[in-house]
């Protein structure tokens, strides 16, 4: 007699059944490595503009000033919007005809972005030697949801070094300069 191959009913239905339970229990977990993996792109994208605007600060002997932008011509709007990187040739903070644009950008789809500084909250600028001229700053990016889980932040301090937030007391918030958690608008 020959045996036939192939599955019962049963078991197609058991290893439907284990399948749904698995992706049940993985989706959610792939979801936020995802939005993790954003917030972390996020920041060093961020980072290195910041990085990029005290290099230039100090290669060219100007003030290099970094400011929200909507339009990338000039400064205004919202950090949300995008950021404008231009040699500020008479360091009033604003950019005027001539001074040249050194990058312009934008948060990826899905991030607000904040600025919280001593002095401004639209603009941070570089001196020739590197340090910020208004004192240290924090840029919040934070997920259009508003999950704190995946809040970050970039750091600056009056030398114009830039440190990440971190979750230093276990509880999945990162934490700002002076320890408080992270918060998003």
């Keep these: 007699m020959r045996r036939a191959n192939g599955f019962t009913l049963v078991e197609a239905v058991t290893a439907l059944a284990v399948a749904a339970l698995l992706t049940t229990l993985a ?3 792939f979801l936020g490595q995802r939005k993790a993996a954003g917030a972390a792109a996020e920041v060093q994208k961020l980072a290195s503009v910041l ?7 100090v290669r060219r002997n100007r003030v290099v000033t970094l400011c929200k932008s909507g339009n990338g011509v000039d400064c205004g709007g919202s950090w949300s919007q995008g950021w404008l990187l231009f040699v500020d040739r008479d360091g009033d903070g604003a950019r005027d005809a001539g001074e040249p644009r050194l990058t312009v950008g934008r948060p990826a789809a899905g991030y607000r972005l904040r600025l919280s500084a001593f002095g401004s909250s639209s603009r941070m600028r570089f001196s020739p030697v590197g340090f910020t001229l208004a004192g240290n700053g924090t840029f919040g990016v934070c ?3 508003g999950d704190l889980r995946y809040a970050r932040a970039v750091i600056v301090n009056k030398s114009g070094r830039v440190r990440f937030s971190a979750d230093r007391d276990g509880d999945g918030i990162h934490e700002d300069a002076s320890g408080r958690p992270l918060s998003c608008p």
Excluded at 51 to 57: D, G, K, P, S, V
């Design 143 to 145: 997920p259009a949801d």
């Design 51 to 57: 990085a990029r605007a005290r290099l230039e600060a």
């Design 27 to 29: 989706v959610p977990a």
